[in-house]
T-cell receptor, first 113, second 114 residues
Framework: GENVEQHPSTLSVQEGDSAVIKCTYS??????FPWYKQELGKGPQLIID?????GEKKDQRIAVTLNKTAKHFSLHITETQPEDSAVYFC????????????FGIGTKLQVIP | SAVISQKPSRDICQRGTSLTIQCQVD?????MFWYRQQPGQSLTLIAT?????????ESGFVIDKFPISRPNLTFSTLTVSNMSPEDSSIYLC???????????FGPGTRLTVT
Protein backbone atom coordinates (compact mmCIF):
# COMPACT_ATOMS: atom_id res chain seq x y z
CA GLY A 1 0.00 0.00 0.00
CA GLU A 2 0.85 3.67 -0.08
CA ASN A 3 3.33 5.16 2.38
CA VAL A 4 3.59 8.93 2.76
CA GLU A 5 6.52 10.48 4.60
CA GLN A 6 6.42 14.10 5.72
CA HIS A 7 9.03 16.48 7.11
CA PRO A 8 9.78 18.44 9.11
CA SER A 9 7.58 17.41 12.04
CA THR A 10 7.83 20.92 13.49
CA LEU A 11 8.60 24.24 11.83
CA SER A 12 8.94 27.72 13.29
CA VAL A 13 9.12 30.78 11.08
CA GLN A 14 8.98 34.52 11.60
CA GLU A 15 5.86 36.28 10.47
CA GLY A 16 6.26 37.30 6.84
CA ASP A 17 8.75 34.57 6.01
CA SER A 18 8.00 31.53 3.85
CA ALA A 19 7.36 27.99 5.06
CA VAL A 20 7.98 24.80 3.09
CA ILE A 21 6.76 21.33 4.00
CA LYS A 22 7.91 18.33 2.00
CA CYS A 23 6.41 14.90 1.43
CA THR A 24 7.35 11.77 -0.46
CA TYR A 25 5.15 8.89 -1.50
CA SER A 26 5.85 5.29 -2.41
CA UNK A 27 3.03 4.17 -4.72
CA UNK A 28 3.70 5.28 -8.29
CA UNK A 29 -0.02 4.73 -9.01
CA UNK A 30 -1.02 7.53 -6.61
CA UNK A 31 -2.44 10.42 -8.59
CA UNK A 32 -4.05 12.82 -6.14
CA PHE A 33 -2.30 14.72 -3.34
CA PRO A 34 -4.32 16.88 -0.93
CA TRP A 35 -3.05 19.07 1.87
CA TYR A 36 -5.00 19.62 5.08
CA LYS A 37 -4.72 22.25 7.80
CA GLN A 38 -5.86 21.27 11.28
CA GLU A 39 -6.32 23.91 13.92
CA LEU A 40 -6.49 22.98 17.57
CA GLY A 41 -9.78 21.31 18.46
CA LYS A 42 -11.02 21.19 14.86
CA GLY A 43 -11.24 18.68 12.05
CA PRO A 44 -8.76 18.81 9.14
CA GLN A 45 -9.60 21.37 6.47
CA LEU A 46 -8.72 20.80 2.82
CA ILE A 47 -6.63 23.82 1.76
CA ILE A 48 -5.20 22.81 -1.61
CA ASP A 49 -4.71 19.72 -3.72
CA UNK A 50 -2.88 18.66 -6.86
CA UNK A 51 -3.41 15.92 -9.38
CA UNK A 52 -0.65 14.00 -11.07
CA UNK A 53 -1.16 15.64 -14.44
CA UNK A 54 -0.18 19.02 -12.97
CA GLY A 55 3.24 20.14 -11.74
CA GLU A 56 2.24 23.18 -9.70
CA LYS A 57 -0.88 24.83 -8.33
CA LYS A 58 -1.30 28.15 -6.53
CA ASP A 59 -4.03 29.68 -4.43
CA GLN A 60 -3.15 33.13 -3.08
CA ARG A 61 -0.33 32.61 -0.54
CA ILE A 62 -0.18 28.85 -0.80
CA ALA A 63 1.21 26.69 -3.56
CA VAL A 64 1.88 23.02 -4.07
CA THR A 65 4.44 21.44 -6.37
CA LEU A 66 4.63 17.85 -7.55
CA ASN A 67 7.56 15.91 -8.97
CA LYS A 68 6.16 12.59 -10.19
CA THR A 69 9.53 11.20 -11.20
CA ALA A 70 11.00 11.70 -7.75
CA LYS A 71 7.66 11.04 -6.00
CA HIS A 72 7.96 14.31 -4.09
CA PHE A 73 5.40 17.00 -3.41
CA SER A 74 5.68 20.14 -1.33
CA LEU A 75 3.53 22.85 0.24
CA HIS A 76 4.77 26.42 0.10
CA ILE A 77 3.25 29.18 2.23
CA THR A 78 4.47 32.71 1.52
CA GLU A 79 4.13 35.82 3.68
CA THR A 80 3.18 33.72 6.68
CA GLN A 81 0.77 35.12 9.25
CA PRO A 82 0.05 34.05 12.84
CA GLU A 83 -3.24 32.50 11.71
CA ASP A 84 -1.25 30.08 9.56
CA SER A 85 -0.10 28.39 12.79
CA ALA A 86 -1.59 24.88 12.75
CA VAL A 87 -0.76 21.27 11.95
CA TYR A 88 -0.49 20.54 8.24
CA PHE A 89 -0.97 17.05 6.78
CA CYS A 90 0.00 15.92 3.33
CA UNK A 91 -1.71 12.89 1.82
CA UNK A 92 -1.69 10.67 -1.21
CA UNK A 93 -4.40 8.71 -2.94
CA UNK A 94 -4.68 6.22 -5.73
CA UNK A 95 -8.02 7.06 -7.31
CA UNK A 96 -8.41 3.50 -8.50
CA UNK A 97 -10.93 1.73 -6.32
CA UNK A 98 -12.45 3.71 -3.49
CA UNK A 99 -10.96 6.92 -2.26
CA UNK A 100 -8.65 5.70 0.47
CA UNK A 101 -6.29 8.48 1.46
CA UNK A 102 -2.96 7.87 3.21
CA PHE A 103 -1.77 10.70 5.46
CA GLY A 104 1.67 11.89 6.46
CA ILE A 105 2.54 12.33 10.13
CA GLY A 106 1.85 16.05 10.12
CA THR A 107 3.92 19.22 10.49
CA LYS A 108 3.26 21.61 13.36
CA LEU A 109 3.84 25.10 11.97
CA GLN A 110 4.35 27.98 14.36
CA VAL A 111 4.43 31.50 12.96
CA ILE A 112 6.11 33.85 15.39
CA PRO A 113 4.76 37.42 15.37
CA SER B 1 -17.91 20.96 -0.43
CA ALA B 2 -20.09 19.62 2.38
CA VAL B 3 -21.12 20.65 5.87
CA ILE B 4 -20.57 17.82 8.30
CA SER B 5 -21.72 17.65 11.90
CA GLN B 6 -20.83 15.11 14.56
CA LYS B 7 -22.49 14.30 17.85
CA PRO B 8 -21.34 14.30 20.55
CA SER B 9 -18.47 16.76 20.22
CA ARG B 10 -16.81 15.22 23.26
CA ASP B 11 -17.55 12.68 25.97
CA ILE B 12 -15.97 11.07 29.00
CA CYS B 13 -16.89 7.41 29.39
CA GLN B 14 -16.13 4.60 31.78
CA ARG B 15 -14.23 1.54 30.67
CA GLY B 16 -16.41 -1.34 29.56
CA THR B 17 -19.17 0.88 28.19
CA SER B 18 -20.00 1.78 24.57
CA LEU B 19 -20.45 5.11 22.81
CA THR B 20 -22.19 5.77 19.51
CA ILE B 21 -21.00 8.73 17.45
CA GLN B 22 -23.26 10.24 14.82
CA CYS B 23 -22.22 11.88 11.57
CA GLN B 24 -24.67 13.97 9.53
CA VAL B 25 -23.95 15.55 6.13
CA ASP B 26 -25.96 18.33 4.50
CA UNK B 27 -25.98 16.64 1.06
CA UNK B 28 -25.97 13.17 -0.39
CA UNK B 29 -22.46 11.80 -0.63
CA UNK B 30 -21.00 8.71 -2.21
CA UNK B 31 -18.36 7.83 0.33
CA MET B 32 -18.27 8.15 4.11
CA PHE B 33 -15.29 7.24 6.23
CA TRP B 34 -14.38 6.97 9.91
CA TYR B 35 -10.93 7.89 11.17
CA ARG B 36 -9.17 7.80 14.51
CA GLN B 37 -6.64 10.43 15.53
CA GLN B 38 -4.74 9.78 18.73
CA PRO B 39 -3.33 12.82 20.55
CA GLY B 40 -0.60 14.49 18.52
CA GLN B 41 -0.76 11.82 15.85
CA SER B 42 -1.84 11.50 12.23
CA LEU B 43 -5.15 10.16 10.97
CA THR B 44 -5.78 6.42 10.75
CA LEU B 45 -8.63 5.08 8.67
CA ILE B 46 -10.91 2.76 10.64
CA ALA B 47 -13.41 1.84 7.94
CA THR B 48 -15.44 2.92 4.95
CA UNK B 49 -19.13 3.15 5.71
CA UNK B 50 -21.10 1.62 2.84
CA UNK B 51 -24.71 2.59 2.32
CA UNK B 52 -26.96 -0.43 2.71
CA UNK B 53 -24.19 -2.95 3.32
CA UNK B 54 -21.50 -3.88 5.81
CA UNK B 55 -18.64 -1.47 6.33
CA UNK B 56 -15.19 -2.18 4.92
CA UNK B 57 -12.66 -2.29 7.77
CA GLU B 58 -8.94 -1.57 7.61
CA SER B 59 -6.34 -3.89 9.02
CA GLY B 60 -6.35 -3.79 12.80
CA PHE B 61 -9.99 -2.76 13.14
CA VAL B 62 -12.88 -5.20 13.55
CA ILE B 63 -16.62 -4.95 13.37
CA ASP B 64 -17.20 -6.26 16.89
CA LYS B 65 -15.19 -3.38 18.34
CA PHE B 66 -16.28 -0.64 15.91
CA PRO B 67 -19.70 -1.45 14.47
CA ILE B 68 -20.75 1.04 11.80
CA SER B 69 -24.10 1.81 10.28
CA ARG B 70 -25.00 3.86 7.22
CA PRO B 71 -28.74 3.74 6.65
CA ASN B 72 -28.77 6.44 3.93
CA LEU B 73 -26.54 8.76 1.90
CA THR B 74 -26.35 11.51 4.53
CA PHE B 75 -25.94 9.72 7.88
CA SER B 76 -23.62 7.25 9.56
CA THR B 77 -22.82 6.07 13.07
CA LEU B 78 -19.69 4.61 14.62
CA THR B 79 -19.92 2.72 17.91
CA VAL B 80 -16.86 2.24 20.08
CA SER B 81 -17.64 -0.91 22.07
CA ASN B 82 -16.36 -2.23 25.37
CA MET B 83 -14.13 0.80 25.73
CA SER B 84 -10.72 0.86 27.39
CA PRO B 85 -8.42 3.84 28.07
CA GLU B 86 -6.55 2.98 24.87
CA ASP B 87 -9.66 4.02 22.93
CA SER B 88 -9.22 7.60 24.13
CA SER B 89 -8.86 9.51 20.89
CA ILE B 90 -10.49 11.87 18.43
CA TYR B 91 -12.89 10.14 16.06
CA LEU B 92 -13.48 11.88 12.74
CA CYS B 93 -16.09 11.37 10.07
CA UNK B 94 -15.25 12.31 6.49
CA UNK B 95 -17.11 12.33 3.20
CA UNK B 96 -16.24 12.30 -0.48
CA UNK B 97 -18.18 12.66 -3.71
CA UNK B 98 -18.08 10.28 -6.66
CA UNK B 99 -17.37 13.15 -9.04
CA UNK B 100 -14.43 14.49 -7.04
CA UNK B 101 -11.39 13.16 -5.21
CA UNK B 102 -11.89 15.75 -2.48
CA UNK B 103 -12.52 14.50 1.01
CA UNK B 104 -14.03 16.68 3.75
CA PHE B 105 -13.87 16.15 7.49
CA GLY B 106 -16.27 16.74 10.33
CA PRO B 107 -15.22 18.56 13.51
CA GLY B 108 -14.45 15.33 15.36
CA THR B 109 -15.57 13.69 18.59
CA ARG B 110 -13.07 13.81 21.45
CA LEU B 111 -13.44 10.66 23.53
CA THR B 112 -11.83 10.11 26.92
CA VAL B 113 -12.14 6.71 28.59
CA THR B 114 -11.48 6.49 32.31
Amino acid sequence: GENVEQHPSTLSVQEGDSAVIKCTYSDSASNYFPWYKQELGKGPQLIIDIRSNVGEKKDQRIAVTLNKTAKHFSLHITETQPEDSAVYFCAGMNSGGYQKVTFGIGTKLQVIP
Amino acid sequence: SAVISQKPSRDICQRGTSLTIQCQVDSQVTMMFWYRQQPGQSLTLIATANQGSEATYESGFVIDKFPISRPNLTFSTLTVSNMSPEDSSIYLCSVAFLSSYEQYFGPGTRLTVT
